[in-house]
């Protein structure tokens, strides 16, 4: 399992490679919840395109941040979900609380940030 | 409903063995035709199992036993996750979603079981552990063969 953490402008991208499993899951949100702190940011999103597998444990570190972001004023989106994890989303109700975007482009105009 | 194959594995109560769980049982069931879809649905239900073994029924401790058993019948493939462990309170609201009172958990394991699975059962007992038994049935196709 990879996790890369970038800040663009006021918005932390986050792309998380592999397995996102129980294994994966305590490391996740121990690094970008420590990220998120340190460079004061409100506003996430959880690029998914290298996922191969989620479950409930990696859907719980989406959740929980996405109710931090929340907490803090903030707003997150989910961008490049593969059909199947797109599945598992829809089928876990996040779909519902938010929003998922084909690609990073239209999750950052969403979040505020255009590209280039 | 005949006995085609059997898998037995003992794993510890750590979180890598999540992965190892569902790739074995995934390994064990392309033995039959499932597509691809099956098969996955196969891994995240497998990984719900074993992960609720491991957070809810030893509490995060490392060294509880988990045994998993696959049978692959003649008409279905049959996945079995046994824990020791503290074993569950209220059997109905642990079937509800968002039944965790953790705000990083979504209360979903069951609700994925039993979505992707054509049958899920459970048998526990406070203080004595759980008993997961999930039940996929084999491609028509598979069955017509047998």
Redesign the interface.
């Known amino acids: 399992m990879g996790l890369n953490l970038k800040r663009l402008g006021n918005i932390m991208l986050i792309e998380v490679c592999g397995?996102f499993?129980?294994?994966a899951?305590?490391y996740c949100?121990q690094e970008i919840d420590q990220k998120i702190r340190a460079e004061g940011i409100k506003d996430i999103l959880f690029d998914l395109e290298k996922v191969a597998?989620i479950?409930?444990?990696g859907?719980?570190?989406i959740?929980?941040r996405y109710?931090k972001a929340k907490e803090n004023g903030g707003r997150m989106a989910i961008s490049n979900a593969n059909p199947?994890i797109t599945k598992?989303l829809e089928?876990?109700?996040?779909t519902r609380l938010i929003p998922v975007y084909p690609t990073t482009s239209q999750a950052l105009r969403f979040l505020g940030r255009g590209v280039g | 409903m005949r006995l085609r194959n059997r898998m037995k594995l003992e794993l510890l109560s750590l979180p890598g063995n999540v992965r190892l769980a569902r790739i074995a049982v995934a390994a064990f069931a392309s033995e039959v035709d499932y597509n691809v879809s099956d098969l996955e649905e196969i891994k995240v239900a497998v990984s719900e199992a074993v992960s609720n073994a491991i957070t809810h029924g030893y509490q995060q401790k490392k060294d509880g036993v988990i045994s998993l058993t696959a049978t692959l019948f003649t008409d279905a493939l049959e996945i079995v996750v046994q824990d020791h462990g503290k074993g569950i309170d209220d059997l109905e609201q642990a079937f509800e979603p968002n039944s965790s009172s953790d705000p990083e958990r979504m209360g979903l394991g069951f609700v994925f079981m039993r979505s992707f699975m054509d049958k899920v059962d459970v048998v526990s007992e406070p203080g004595q552990g759980t008993t997961v038994k999930l039940r996929k049935k084999l491609p028509d196709k598979v069955q017509a063969e047998t």
């Open positions: 397995e499993d129980l294994s899951a305590d949100r597998f479950d409930s444990s859907l719980g570190v959740l929980g109710r199947r598992i089928l876990s109700g996040i």
